[in-house]
């Protein structure tokens, strides 16, 4: 545990406590780390979620096959961040993705018993956690929001809308995610994607400059 700590307290659920109390926390919970080499199938849709799971180390890909047969990636998540959360607490708890590592991962598993404990012993760690479920809710809300659109152009300007109103309006806008994660919120290739910023940078709709955007004008 000592030698994943330090990611540990980066997670939102664990931000407002130091490292002696992490120490004291996952001393008083039963969990256990499981490590899995590039290219694993970590867990399979159907699977019932039962644990609080953790990615400490690595990167994966949550996966899902449409009724064409088609595999759709629905989100790359890197390490430190919590997997399901939603699920763990619900009547439905059935992983709806595979799961699967693009490097060497590592997972850290809490007991859904241990975890209620804490929460009722601790107001803090629950709140963190609600925000934490909260945070992914909205994430999923874009996601579908977004994906509503049919071209790539409408994607980005539903995405840079988005942006301008929660970054209070300002026509500098600073864009949380990379090109590659963006296309995957989007459900295209990075290079089709690349290839719509530039074009519409050409017609003067905004300047991009790594993950800024300045907007002169926007349209679909």
Do not use: C, W
Not at 6 to 25: C, P, Q, T, V, Y
Not at 90 to 119: H, Q
Not at 136 to 165: C, D, G, P, W
């Amino acid at each position: 545990m000592d030698n994943y700590i330090d990611k540990i307290g980066k997670l939102r659920i664990f931000k407002n406590f130091s490292e002696a109390e992490l120490l004291k926390i996952f001393g008083s919970v039963r969990y256990s780390i499981k490590k899995f080499s590039k290219g694993s199938l970590i867990h399979t849709s159907g699977e019932k979620v039962e644990k609080l799971m953790i990615l400490i180390d690595g990167e994966v890909i949550t996966e899902m096959i449409d009724f064409n047969g088609k595999i759709l990636e629905v989100e790359r998540m890197k390490s430190p961040d919590v997997l399901a959360s939603a699920l763990l607490f619900s009547k439905n708890n059935i992983l709806p993705v595979d799961v699967l590592a693009v490097k060497d991962v590592a997972m850290l598993y809490i007991e859904k018993g241990d975890l209620i404990r804490l929460f009722q012993s601790n107001n803090a760690l629950l709140l963190s956690f609600l925000e934490d479920i909260g945070e992914k809710f909205q994430f999923v809300t874009a996601k579908l929001r977004v994906n509503s659109f049919h071209t790539i152009r409408e994607k980005i300007t539903m995405y840079l809308l988005n942006l301008y109103n929660q970054q209070n309006k300002s026509s500098e806008l600073y864009i949380p995610l990379t090109l590659e994660e963006l296309a995957n919120l989007f459900g295209v290739t990075r290079p089709s994607l690349s290839r719509a910023f530039s074009q519409m940078q050409k017609e003067g709709l905004f300047v991009k400059s790594r993950n800024k955007i300045i907007l002169k004008k926007l349209k679909n």
